[in-house]
């Protein structure tokens, strides 16, 4: 299993932009689709995006979809979530996760298809 990190959480108003990443510690890197969710208080973690093992294809939540692009450095072992237009409702924890196995980007958007997971950052947007 890949040991994940996250980093670049932080506060921001609305409308602003950052940038998380997620470091990778195993050596299967590029052999593993990844994705990144969010959890809200009180709410069920939930699929924001996902990236294919070369980072040709990729797949988005409709509430991020022309927003949030999900990206990937497999020599760098890392993997990518710039979040623009950001807004309150994405005041969340942010966590990285990765599957072994999948071609099809979309299909594999539940917490159940990923077996290694980071431990989270935190992103607060305020209005």
């Known amino acids: 299993q890949e040991q994940l990190v996250e980093s670049g959480g932080g506060v921001v108003q609305a409308g602003g932009s950052l940038r998380l990443s997620c470091a990778a510690s195993?050596?299967?890197?590029?052999?593993?689709?990844m994705a990144w969710f969010r959890q809200a208080p009180g709410k069920e973690r939930e699929y924001v995006a996902g990236?294919?093992?070369?980072?040709?294809?990729?797949n988005y939540a409709d509430s991020v979809k022309g927003r949030f692009t999900i990206s990937r450095d497999n020599a760098k072992n890392t993997v990518y979530l710039q979040m623009n237009s950001l807004k309150p409702e994405d005041t969340a924890v942010y966590y990285c996760?990765?599957?072994?196995?999948?071609?099809?980007?979309?299909?594999?958007?539940?917490?159940?298809?990923?077996?290694?997971w980071g431990q989270g950052t935190q992103v607060t947007v305020s209005s």
């Open positions: 990236i294919s093992r070369s980072g040709g294809s990729t």
């Open positions: 996760a990765a599957r072994f196995s999948g071609a099809v980007v979309s299909r594999w958007t539940s917490t159940a298809d990923f077996s290694s």
């Open positions: 195993g050596r299967a890197f590029s052999n593993n689709l």
